[in-house]
């Protein structure tokens, strides 16, 4: 029997061997192939994604987006040198501590215009609004005097909603660039109607909240700075459906954009906004920008929740480049920080939306050629300059000087007591306002025998004591820096580009047809709409030279 049997054990060995080894290559094989077919899912899903991506930033029709586009008017790369080294300081930070806008910049733009190296504001926000270069004063007008569409009339027309926000006048140059065209800047009286929507167009903004209230009330009106007796504000209420409201406590009852009856125009003051220095201290009066900030983008975001379109706004920190014209520093840093408070509130606001937001910033030239050190005549250089000077201002030397103005006015004799003049001034401008207490009788005799020029006296003694040096009172053709939160199309804007690119970009990322806009413009639009007049062959070009 065994030997019957003998032979049979290994094989019957073999035969269970044999089916363990099939069930291991079986195994090995499957993972093997899940493996690679995991890995290849993961390969197209990243394909897929990069082409989704790829079609909704270029080729395919835009899904629902938001575009921010912020304004730092004046602005160069030494104001953030400045404003960082200024907050430091009188915040006890640490030297790697840096602003918000630090954090997101970009790349840099160049500024000319057409007809000079060195732009003014409405050239410069004529290459944002329009994408094209023009001469120094145009307000969305070509070279050859031809209307040029804006990014925000075509977006209005393409289904958004649109915003203008600014500390200045909102028909100054840069938002009047937006929703006008005239032939120079100074036009503002034309610019306040079309902003309204008496332009061939018709209405293109639905949200507007700054100053320059005087532009919009007719001349019979105390604090009207209009040429006619037109009323803008019955126009816009009356004709286009507007709501209005021209003090503080209008723009409470927003409730923070929660209760904004678009369209609506918010006119705080009745020229400028103050600058942040002292506007803080009469923050029941005026709106800060980023107040303004916040509320425009709430209500519009609420105005657009049920739209398959979102919003395009502009929002100008007009007040830097009127620092830079006065060569104020003090009030210069508190502006730039007052932008970089504006500017993380619109990140706090895209990262809580639910719609796709872009936020781009830059400047539309650098005002004053600001430099953070100064060599005084007969001295060698000093390789420092001092933030305290500019912390111990308490008021811009604006606001001091109106205030001599006013002093005068109420005693005339102020003028022929120059003694007890030049006291008053150190007390209560010198000492009192700018913190300063070495004031030199040759500065102050200064200010007493010309009272005119205070603002520009009174700014020299405190960049002198910081050791802040200015090259001008005019603007520069440095380059100016772009900020940006990142999104579809910003990678365009990387590096050095000029300022139409930044133009380009607006209109690329909203997806809208401003060349059918130019069109259309100048099927309809006058010469005489554009402000000029008849004989356009003797138009007086030169006066555009000067502006701010």
Avoid at 136 to 164: F, H
Avoid at 225 to 246: F, L, M, N, P
Avoid at 504 to 520: G, H, I, N, Q
Avoid at 531 to 539: F, R
Wanted: glycine content about 8%; charged content about 20%.
């Amino acid at each position: 029997m065994a030997s019957e049997q003998t032979p049979l054990i290994p094989n019957d060995a073999d035969d269970r061997k044999q089916p363990v080894r099939s069930r291991g290559i079986r195994e090995v094989g499957l993972f093997i192939w899940a493996l690679l077919a995991t890995a290849g899912v993961i390969v197209l899903a990243v394909y897929l994604q990069h082409e989704n991506q790829i079609s909704h930033g270029h080729d395919s029709p835009a899904p629902k987006r938001n575009l921010v586009f912020m304004v730092s008017d004046g602005m160069g790369p030494a104001s953030l040198s400045l404003t960082r080294s200024f907050r430091q300081h009188i915040e006890g930070l640490p030297v790697g501590d840096t602003l918000t806008l630090d954090k997101h910049f970009w790349g840099t733009s160049r500024t000319r215009s057409s007809s000079s190296l060195v732009t003014d504001s409405a050239a410069g926000a004529t290459a944002f609004a329009c994408g094209k270069k023009s001469y120094n004063g145009a307000i969305s007008v070509l070279p050859n005097y031809q209307p040029c569409g804006t990014v925000m009339e075509a977006a209005k027309k393409a289904g958004y909603m649109t915003g203008l926000v600014a500390t200045t006048l909102v028909t100054d140059a840069t938002p009047a660039t937006f929703a006008s065209h005239v032939l120079l800047r100074q036009m503002e009286d034309q610019i306040a109607m079309q902003e309204v929507g008496e332009g061939v167009l018709g209405r293109s903004v639905d949200l507007i909240l700054g100053g320059g209230r005087c532009s919009f009330l007719p001349n019979s009106t105390e604090g009207s700075c209009r040429g006619d007796d037109v009323d803008v504000t019955k126009i816009a209420q009356e004709k286009h459906g507007w709501s209005y409201t021209d003090n503080r406590a209008g723009f409470d009852a927003f409730k923070h954009g929660e209760k904004v009856d678009l369209p609506a125009l918010g006119l705080f003051a009745a020229t400028d906004i103050p600058f942040e220095l002292d506007r803080r201290n009469m923050s029941d009066t005026y709106p800060s920008l980023s107040e303004m900030a916040t509320t425009a983008l709430r209500a519009l975001e609420k105005a657009t929740a049920k739209s398959d379109k979102g919003f395009f706004i502009m929002i100008e920190a007009s007040r830097i480049d009127h620092a830079g014209h006065i060569n104020d520093p003090a009030a210069q840093v508190h502006e730039v920080l007052e932008y970089d408070k504006a500017f993380r509130a619109v990140l706090e606001f895209i990262k809580n939306t639910d719609t796709e937001t872009v936020l781009v910033a830059t400047s539309d030239h650098e005002t004053g050629g600001l430099a953070t050190a100064i060599q005084e005549p007969g001295h060698l250089p000093v390789y420092n300059w001092y933030p305290q000077a500019l912390a111990q201002s308490s008021a811009s030397c604006e606001y001091l000087s109106a205030r001599l103005s006013k002093h005068i006015a109420s005693d005339p004799s102020a003028l022929t007591s120059k003694d007890k003049l030049k006291s008053w001034i150190d007390a209560e401008l010198v000492k009192s306002g700018l913190g300063i207490k070495d004031a030199t009788d040759a500065e102050l005799d200064l200010v007493v025998e010309n009272p005119e020029a205070a603002t520009q006296l009174l700014a020299a003694m405190i960049s002198l004591r910081a050791h802040i040096g200015w090259s001008t009172h005019g603007h520069t053709a440095v380059d100016v820096n772009i900020y940006s939160s990142g999104g579809h199309g910003t990678d365009k804007l990387r590096g050095n580009v000029e300022n139409t690119d930044v133009g380009a970009f607006l209109r690329e990322y909203l997806d809208v047809d401003v060349e059918a806009v130019t069109k259309e413009l100048r099927d309809k639009m006058t010469t005489a709409d554009l402000g000029a007049p008849m004989d356009m062959d003797n138009y007086p070009l030169s006066v555009i030279t000067d502006t701010k």
